[in-house]
């Protein structure tokens, strides 16, 4: 299937699911999560869940890092250049949804995507080469470029994978690994 195909049905499918089931799917990825041998870095970006869009819930990964004491690092969203600002989460940061329902840091400290050690990436679907789909806007593989080379990247899916994804592009980033409710796909080249 094609991403916008992808696109379509996969919202359709995070919107059949209930708030319980959000919950237990979001707990369980956080479960599998601490299996993967990811805990030894330093910064870990993650996205803050849209409520509307039934995205994995990640606040059971934000009490993960945090009682790890990782540096948790957050982002702002600029809709005209597509590009994506990271800052610091800490006691301080005020959080705020904008005109898209995104959570996001009013201001902080910043943080250079070059510094980021673990990306925690939402999707909509994936696939068993580790290509993801997401909104469509690029906001992840242009922030994902920015990154260190040996930066991991982490998709968090309530879904399985599709066998293919057939219009992959080239400025398309693949994941390091996907971690859905019941498994931890591994990707590598």
Known sequence: MIKSELRHLYK???????????????????????????????????FLSITEHKEVDTDYI????????????????????LKMTHFL???????????????????GIEIASNKIDVVFVPLLAFDKQGNRVGYGKGFYD?????????????????????????DVFETDIKLDYC????????FSD
């Open 89 to 107: 989460l800490t006691d301080n940061t005020v959080i705020k949804k904008n005109e898209w329902n995104i959570p996001e840091p009013v201001d």
């Open 12 to 46: 359709k499918r995070r919107q059949q699911l209930s708030t319980e089931r959000i919950d237990e799917q979001s707990l369980a990825i956080a479960n599998q999560l601490l299996l993967l041998d990811i805990w030894n870095h330093s910064f870990y970006h993650i």
């Open 179 to 186: 971690i859905t409710p019941k498994t931890a796909y591994t």
């Open 62 to 81: 934000l009490n993960i890092l945090s009682g790890k004491d990782k540096n948790i690092i957050i982002s702002k969203s600029d809709f005209n250049t």
């Open 142 to 166: 242009k922030f994902l470029s920015e990154c260190k080379p040996k930066t991991i990247k982490i998709g968090l899916s309530f879904f399985e994978a599709e066998e293919i994804i057939d």
